[in-house]
Structures are given as structure tokens and as C-alpha cells.
């Protein structure tokens, strides 16, 4: 799987940028480059894609690809974490996967890392796709999200975060 995930290239991104080492899920490592820059989500649009059991992206609509700042080519067949900020801490994802793994609906807020380096906000739900009693993907829709939902996560990531790294 560490074939179909790639550090960030300085090239891509617009502007000053820090830049991190992150573990991703399955032990993937990733070198990530990213700025303060905060992309607006659009009013009225709804970013859909699924993955496989795995999280690897087997589709994506065309709201997906405006907002990531990747190609349809560069997203199919790569894991769902290409997005992953690094402001995101790591149990936001553990209880995400833990809930679907269950066969439930999550929800929450996500910090959403593009190609050029910038970020955006997104309210996401995450439903298991099951088939003859199988999880055999998932589907995630993401909306906009409400500023004050956006700030109360700031706080809350940021303190997982400082826990996490002490």
C-alpha cells in the first residue's frame, strides 16, 4: 500500500509551509507539507466518495477533486489519509474506524489536508457500505460546516493533539 501514497513535493504547494513526518493508518509514513492557508467550502456542495474495506478511494465526485486539489487519477487507488492534516489528531480517526467497523454511521469535523499545501473544514459522515451481511466499503459525505463547529473543534483537536504528542 506505501506505493499508492507519496510524500508531498515542495513544488505543489502555494506559499510558506511547515512540514511533518505523520504516521498514517497500517503504518504508512508520510511526509506532509502544509500552510495556514484555509480554502472556503462551498455553499451547496456536497463532497462523496467511497473506499474499499481498506479505505483505499475507489470513487470520487467532481467536488471531491476541486476541493483536494488532486486529480481523479491521483485520488483512485490511494489511501483515504492523503487528506489527513496534521492538526488531526489520531483518535479522531481510531474512533471513526472503530464505529464503522461496527457497522455504524459516524460523524464528525475534519481539518482536510489539499495537494497545494492549504486545508478546508468539512462536517463528514461516514456510512459502511454492507452487502450479504459484509462490510464491503464505505461511503463518506461531507457538507459544510458551521463556524462555530469549526472553532469548537480547533480547541478540542488542538488539546488530543498536545496529549498525544506529550
Known amino acids: 500500500m506505501t506505493d499508492m501514497i507519496h510524500d508531498m513535493q515542495p513544488e505543489f ?25 484555509e480554502i472556503p467550502y462551498p455553499d451547496g456542495k456536497l463532497i462523496v466518495s467511497t473506499t474499499d474495506p481498506e479505505g483505499i478511494i475507489t470513487h470520487v465526485n467532481q467536488s471531491f477533486v476541486d476541493m483536494s486539489g488532486y486529480t481523479e487519477a491521483e485520488l483512485i ?46 462536517k ?12 464491503v466499503g464505505y461511503t463518506s459525505v461531507r457538507r459544510k460546516p458551521s463556524r462555530t463547529k469549526v472553532e469548537e473543534s480547533i480547541k478540542l483537536y488542538s488539546a488530543m493533539i498536545q496529549q498525544e504528542r506529550a
Open 13 to 37: 504547494i502555494k506559499g510558506e509551509y511547515q512540514e511533518m513526518m505523520l504516521e498514517l493508518y497500517g503504518g504508512i509514513r508520510r511526509r506532509v507539507l502544509y500552510t495556514e492557508s
Open 77 to 122: 487507488g490511494a489511501p483515504h489519509s492523503i487528506l489527513r492534516h496534521p492538526d488531526m489528531p489520531s483518535a479522531a480517526f481510531k474512533d471513526l474506524w472503530d464505529t464503522v467497523n461496527r457497522g455504524e454511521k459516524w460523524q464528525g469535523f475534519v481539518k482536510n489536508l489539499r495537494k497545494d499545501g492549504g486545508y478546508y473544514w468539512v
Open 124 to 135: 463528514a459522515t461516514v456510512i459502511p457500505n454492507v452487502r450479504q451481511g459484509k462490510v
